[in-house]
């Protein structure tokens, strides 16, 4: 397996947008779980998730980038729960697909918002395909109807997210706290 | 349930290699999700149990029932749907199984073991030290997020819905970026290179036990698939 040539200094930088990530999850999730609604967990936390993403792929900019921040954050997850690892790598595959394939990367605020708005609703339908496991035959074509409003409730709010990573992009280069290549 | 920080081996489960845990979780999990039968879900379940005894692995009492009510909410869901109580008891048992296998590997297994046992899949070496270094930093990343809300209302300050981005997150990205330059100042100031090979103090071998653990997690699960097809 071989990810691009990336320096200590950005495996760092991308392991600390992955803990904070970790922190933003660990408190939003076990809030949204007891309700049971398919895809709140993943609506409330798309937002904070693809905004610090977004931070992410802003300062680190080569392709594999949102694949290694999903594979730290999948790795993390490993021990959790193998499901919850394929889950999340699902969605970093399908975010880095868009970002390499669509954009050669992540130069342009475009690049980094449709890698991230793809990532966070990639990992939803791999849950959904898990879901449909404990599903009883009578409910799938109601249920299917609640993930797909699900799905573009993700999209909405991983969107914003990513928008308002951009302004904060912004605003911290302008601080002279973040330095971005050209 | 997040991994351990770092513990002592105290059973036989906590002293085996993380990937035999690994490996064997996801067997059970996925066998449990292709059988139907709840007399073949059984086996595992017991299996699952029994390792929980042998790790010494308890979960809290809130924690527990609220998984077993989950269960027990699908089961009856299905049950209502169907008005099959062997279907209910398969939906029921199932998700039982998949939660079961959570706590064995989070609540044995440290990060910095499970780092050391995927040092064997030859991984780049800088992911896994990113690993690490996402698993040390989560407290810290933690306290200070609450030291930026501590500070918020300190001015007085209620978080609006449409400000969210530049009251919580802007400081939060702020230090991210403060520590990751540090981290890595620190490191590249001790000569650390992760594209230079790497070898590591102590790696976790595997030894018999891990291959009688497998063999065990065979035997459970050819007893399940004997069941299933009898």
């Not at chain 1, 990810?3 to 933003?24: C, D, G």
């Not at chain 1, 999340?88 to 130069?107: D, K, N, P, Q, S």
């Not at chain 2, 007399?39 to 809290?60: D, H, T, W």
Request: charged share 15%; glycine share 8%.
């Amino acid at each position: 397996m071989s990810l691009p040539k990336f320096s200590t200094r950005e495996y760092v930088f991308a392991a600390l947008v992955v803990a904070a990530q970790l922190v933003i999850s660990s408190i939003l999730i076990p809030i949204t779980l007891p309700l049971r609604i398919p895809g709140l967990a993943n609506t409330i936390n798309a937002p904070f998730s693809s905004c610090l993403l977004v931070i992410g792929l802003a300062r680190l900019r080569k392709p594999g980038s949102m694949l290694l921040m999903a594979l730290i954050y999948a790795l993390l997850c490993l021990l959790i729960s193998p499901v919850i690892f394929s889950f999340i790598l699902c969605g970093g595959l399908l975010g880095e697909a868009v970002g390499t394939f669509g954009f050669r990367g992540y130069r342009s605020p475009r690049a980094q918002i449709a890698s991230v708005v793809a990532h966070q609703m990639g990992m939803f339908p791999a849950a959904m395909l898990f879901s449909f496991l404990f599903t009883p035959a009578r409910f799938v074509k109601p249920v299917a109807w609640a993930w797909l409003v699900a799905e573009v409730a993700i999209a909405t709010t991983s969107l914003l997210g990513a928008l308002a990573g951009i302004r904060i992009v912004r605003e911290l280069v302008r601080a002279g706290k973040l330095r971005i290549e050209a | 349930m997040l991994p351990l920080s770092g513990s002592q081996p105290v059973t036989v489960i906590h002293r085996l290699h993380p990937l035999t845990k690994i490996g064997c979780a996801t067997a059970v999990t996925g066998l449990a999700l292709a059988l139907n039968r709840p007399m073949a879900l059984s086996p595992l379940l017991a299996g699952l149990l029994l390792v929980m005894l042998l790790g010494r692995i308890r979960l809290a009492s809130r924690l527990l029932l609220g998984l077993l009510a989950i269960c027990a909410l699908v089961a009856a869901g299905s049950l209502w749907a169907s008005g099959d109580p062997s279907e209910a008891a398969r939906y029921g048992l199932r998700l039982l199984i998949v939660a079961a296998t959570i706590p064995i590997s989070a609540s044995t297994t440290a990060a910095h073991d499970l780092v050391h046992g995927l040092a064997r899949l030859r991984l780049p070496q800088g992911l896994l030290m990113a690993v690490l270094v996402a698993w040390r930093f989560f407290p810290v990343i933690a306290d200070q997020l609450r030291r930026i809300s501590e500070a918020r209302l300190l001015r007085g300050g209620h978080c609006r819905f449409g400000a969210w981005h530049r009251q919580l997150m802007l400081p939060l990205a702020a230090i991210t970026i403060d520590h990751a330059d540090r981290v890595a100042l620190a490191l590249e100031g001790r000569g650390f290179d992760v594209n230079a090979k790497r070898t590591w103090y102590r790696p976790p071998t595997f030894h018999f036990r891990d291959v009688m653990s497998c063999v065990a997690t065979a035997a459970v699960l050819m007893a399940a698939v004997v069941l299933e097809w009898r």
